[in-house]
Structure formats: C-alpha cells, structure tokens
C-alpha cells in the first residue's frame, strides 16, 4: 500500500511511515519517516548550541528572579480588584455568616479598636465563639490567639489574672 507524505508530497511505502494509531484512521503518522527526522534534527538545533529547545526552554526559566516575577504576573492576573473583594465577601459569610459592611459597623461601633486591649491602629480580625460559631467582635491578632490558646474559657482566663495579680514569692530567682 501507498501512503503521500503531508510535508513532502510524495507516495511512498507504508513501512515508510511510523506507527501514530491514537491520532490517524491508518494508524501511520502523516508524515514520513525521512520527513519526520529532519523536522526533529532542525527542532533540535538552537543558537546556543544546546542539544534541544526544551533545554533552551528550561535555560531562560531557570532564572530564579524571572521565575518569581512570572508567579508574581500569573497570580496578579487572576487576582483582579474585584474578584479580590468578592472572594473576601464570600470568605466572611462562609466563616463567619457576615457581611463586609457588618464587619465595618462593628469596627466603628468599637471605635477602631480591638475590643480587648484597646491599642488603635492594629489590623482587627474577627472574634467568634468556636463551640457555635456566634461573631462576639473584633480583636487584635496578639489577643484573639492569647484567648484562643486559653480554650475561650472564661475559667481559665480568669485564673491567669489572679495569677497576674499575685505577687512573686520572696526570694524567686
């Protein structure tokens, strides 16, 4: 049987052509084999003399600054402005069941302050009871963990200020 070759037009011998079963009726590849080995010798060559494009490839990404910066433009393409502030809208409601401008009555019925240590200019996070999931109001990062690692048991945190409260024994270190 005959085959043409797509690249040089001639008809030549099956055995002429590899074996392409997943992309052709025939199951042969399209072009010829001799066809095929010259398009793979000229790919392969580049101006730097390396043995393949892909290495060429991988040389002008190895760059660790370039590769940085490419992460950086990628992410920053598919963080736009207003998708940045639909995911944090649907971040509040799924974790907390509240809204942007709640969040924003809070911090101003709270004077901009954390609820607990009263320090202004600190970035507040949003407290909430974790056995229901009740928003109780916003703290600093330094209290919101402080309580957290206390178990949110008003127990225990008032044992930590009558331990606070007391005076050292005579003669500690």
Not at 63 to 70: F, G, L, Y
Request: hydrophobic fraction near 30%; include cysteine; proline fraction near 5%.
């Amino acid at each position: 049987m005959l085959k043409t070759c797509a690249k040089c037009k001639e008809n030549k011998p099956n055995s002429e052509f590899s074996a392409n079963k997943k992309k052709t009726k025939d199951g042969l590849q399209s072009w010829c084999k001799v066809c095929h080995r010259a398009y793979l010798v000229e790919w392969v060559q580049t101006p730097d003399g390396l043995t393949s494009r892909r290495q060429s490839v991988y040389k002008a990404h190895s760059d660790p600054v370039k590769k940085v910066k490419i992460r950086e433009l990628e992410r920053k393409a598919h963080q736009k402005p207003e998708s940045k502030a639909r995911k944090k809208r649907w971040k509040l409601m799924r974790e907390y069941g509240v809204t942007p401008e709640q969040v924003i009555a809070m911090a101003d019925a709270q004077g901009n302050v954390c609820a607990i240590c009263q320090i202004e200019g600190r970035k507040l996070n949003i407290d909430r009871r974790h056995s229901d999931g009740v928003v109780r109001g916003l703290l600093c990062r330094g209290c919101n963990v402080s309580i957290g690692f206390m178990g949110d048991s008003p127990e225990l945190l008032a044992r930590a200020i009558a331990y606070l409260k007391k005076d050292p024994p005579k003669g500690s270190i």
